[in-house]
């Protein structure tokens, strides 16, 4: 049984997938008109991933994804969320959202509507902090933090697939797919022995390598994106940097930095790098905004 | 005779000292926070302000404790105690550090033990900042508030010390007058939460059903 309130909801979802997948940006409404983002809009944002044309940003503090436009950063639509909003994903149609308050994770319709967990539902994670969906496979990824492990599902049905990690992580908070080789890239704040890093598995599950070796230069790891060039993005919370790495752990470059003015960031969670205009998103939580790195000389 | 002398001195003096004083902060930190990132996650040990052992401004400081502490993070999640605030620096931004030690306990008022990390340690309000001796913290109220002492320990049930009838509990201290909207009417009557964590579980960072 779907409540008025929840139809509702849904429905201006698929309105929304309508408006963004097929016919561009428009409102939830169905106007054409765009919102400039104007804190407290966003109250905490959480992590960010693309769909098409628009971003889906998960808003931790207002218990909701929201939907903006990658160019003019417009709101197009603003999902609530019962809970706290944790990973959420686009693909082959589907809309994938995480939910810190009952550990689940939720998969919907393109017309909106609910149509499976991941896993057994509410309680299947202890804390699903990220997610990452492999199209090719059909394969959700979830950190679950506390569990210490990547569990993997399939998408079209819920059904578990395995799990990555077990042993080899010890506090993992987020991760990424490596669009090159299908690589499984890691954020871990290490247990105090062994440092903070990005542990990397191969496609098969199997740990390859950790970035950087020794020491590194974060200390908090959290939403990470490995890119078309090679490039591995990560921000470090408690710094408010965004690391950009070359595929062998060496750094390239720091952006950002910790603060409220434009251009820093305080308590950053998570970073998306278009491919085609190399502009980087960067939610921006404590400051309750998304930052935007435009391309053109700010990355390597 | 001399040498001795000097010797001798220096040895009352340095008596004196760990007598006097109590241990370094560095000893009384917590193992979890040792084991984090050091004396230079929070100081700055090269170049910065030598008064308060040279910590980094606020934000940074607020940043820190987020690290684990905010969303998505690897501990207790803290609570939302600025949701419409961005700038730690802002006068009513209510950092970690007014109810929250960062290196040990003081003492309650009622001579108990107050659980680790709760009380401030220093009255930011004075300036220079006066260094608190029984567990306190701030009284928010839209702006700089008084400093209170405050209740904090475990009773013999395992029951934590959340609110007290003498108002002096952790929450009753900001969360007992007509800056409570929800709820004000009832407080104002000098009733205390008789739900308490029912309401306001820890694990929800104490926010009520509908803000979850």
Not at chain 1, 77 to 88: H, N, S
Not at chain 2, 142 to 171: K, Y
Request: with cysteine.
């Amino acid at each position: 049984m779907i409540s008025g309130r929840r139809f509702r909801t849904w429905a201006k979802f698929a309105l929304g997938f309508l408006c963004t997948g097929l016919l561009g940006s428009c409102n939830g409404d169905g106007s054409s008109r765009t919102t400039t983002i104007q804190s407290p809009v966003l109250e905490a944002p959480a992590r960010v991933s693309a769909a098409g044309t628009d971003l889906l940003v998960s808003d931790y503090g207002g218990q909701a994804v929201v939907v903006m436009g990658k160019d003019d950063l417009g709101i197009r639509l603003r999902i609530p969320v019962q809970g706290r909003p944790t990973g959420v994903a686009q693909a082959a149609g589907l809309l994938v959202i995480g939910n810190r308050d009952d550990g689940s994770v939720s998969v919907y319709s393109p017309r909106g509507v609910f149509s499976h967990y991941l896993g057994s539902g509410p309680g299947e994670f202890q804390q699903p902090n990220d997610l990452a969906v492999d199209e090719g496979s059909g394969l959700v990824y979830v950190v679950d933090t506390r569990a210490k492990a990547i569990k993997v599902y399939n998408l079209t049905d819920g059904t578990a697939a395995g799990t990555v990690g077990g042993g080899s992580l010890f506090q993992p908070t987020a991760l990424a797919l490596d669009p090159l080789d299908g690589e499984i890239l890691v954020s871990d704040f290490g247990d105090g022995v062994t440092p903070a890093r990005v542990s990397i598995f191969t496609a098969a599950g199997v740990f390859d390598r950790a970035i950087p070796a020794a020491n590194g230069p974060f200390s908090t790891p959290q939403g990470l994106y490995a890119d078309l060039a090679g490039r591995i993005f990560l921000v470090d919370a408690l710094s408010g940097e965004v690391l950009v790495f070359d595929g062998a752990g060496s750094l390239l470059k720091v952006l950002g930095g910790i603060g409220t003015g434009n251009g820093e960031l305080f308590y950053p969670l998570d970073v998306l790098l278009d491919e085609g205009s190399q502009d980087l998103f960067v939610t921006d939580n404590r400051n309750g905004r998304l930052a935007v790195f435009r391309g053109g000389g700010v990355i390597p | 005779m001399k040498t001795l002398g000097t010797f001798c001195l220096f040895a009352a003096l340095a008596v004196l000292a760990l007598t006097a004083y109590p241990p370094s902060p560095a000893q009384a930190l917590i193992a979890a926070h040792l084991d984090y990132n050091g004396c230079d996650t929070c100081h700055d040990l090269h170049g910065g302000p030598a008064l308060f052992g040279g910590l980094l401004d606020d934000v940074t400081r607020e940043a820190t404790c987020l690290g684990c502490h905010g969303p998505l993070g690897i501990a207790t999640e803290a609570a939302v105690h600025n949701p419409n605030r961005r700038d730690p620096d802002r006068f009513d931004y209510i950092t970690c550090m007014e109810c929250h030690n960062p290196h040990d306990n003081q003492p309650n008022v009622l001579l108990g033990t107050n659980i680790r990390l709760i009380g401030i340690e220093f009255d930011y309000n004075a300036s220079p900042p006066e260094p608190q001796t029984l567990a306190t913290i701030r009284e928010e109220n839209g702006g700089l508030g008084p400093i209170r002492n405050v209740v904090f320990e475990v009773r013999s049930g395992a029951v934590t010390d959340f609110h007290r009838a003498d108002r002096q509990g952790i929450c009753a201290i900001c969360h007992a007058s007509t800056n409570e909207n929800e709820h004000g009417l009832t407080f104002l009557q000098g009733a205390t939460c008789t739900n308490g964590l029912g309401c306001h579980p820890h694990s929800f960072q104490f926010l009520p059903p509908g803000r979850r």
